[in-house]
């Protein structure tokens, strides 16, 4: 392996990545991670409004990868699908950029890429509005919790979220969200 973990960890630095973490995510890791999250941020001092904006952006990114690997589960696409998560958190001038990626059917697409552009153009005001209409409506538990999450990542963050799908082949692409907070 030569110094290949050596060389990770002087990447992270020049990245200004503060937390990472790949591979499945089970409730307990969510929570343990959350946890870990908190800890070294506090430890740098961090003013509690970021620690929490940094904290639920982490939460609600993990458990919509978790969400959609469940979904998949008993699916021929599992075994591409579960552990391909990645979580990261970077320091930047303003606070911090929360980053996940996974790999995701590109028939899925369609569906998440109209759901983002949606949420992506509205306000602050059209945000907080659109909320309380969906959290009203009946939610299909078959397929989440009906976008809340990503609306209310978007209400917290400091700035538009950006995502981006990377194809990988006909079936699989790697999807990238990133929150700024």
Excluded: H, P
């Amino acid at each position: 392996m030569d110094n290949a973990v050596y060389e990770l960890q002087k990447k992270l630095k020049e990245s200004n990545i503060e937390f990472i973490f790949s591979g499945t995510f089970s409730q307990g890791l969510i929570e343990e991670l959350g946890v870990a999250l908190k800890q070294r941020l506090q430890l740098q001092q961090v003013a509690k409004s970021k620690i929490s904006s940094a904290f639920f952006a982490f939460v609600e990114q993990t458990q919509n990868i978790k969400q959609y690997e469940v979904s998949k589960e008993n699916t021929k696409n599992f075994s591409v699908i579960a552990g391909s998560a990645v979580i990261a958190i970077s320091k930047i001038n303003s606070g911090y950029s929360v980053y996940s990626g996974n790999v995701i059917l590109n028939e899925d697409i369609t569906n998440l890429k109209e759901k983002l552009d949606k949420i992506i153009s509205m306000d602050k005001d059209e945000l907080n509005i659109y909320f309380r209409e969906v959290s009203r409506q009946e939610i299909d538990m078959s397929c989440g919790r009906a976008g809340l999450g990503l609306i209310q990542i978007a209400r917290k963050s400091a700035e538009k979220i950006d995502y981006k799908f990377d194809k990988i082949d006909d079936s699989y692409s790697y999807y990238t969200l990133t929150v700024t907070v």
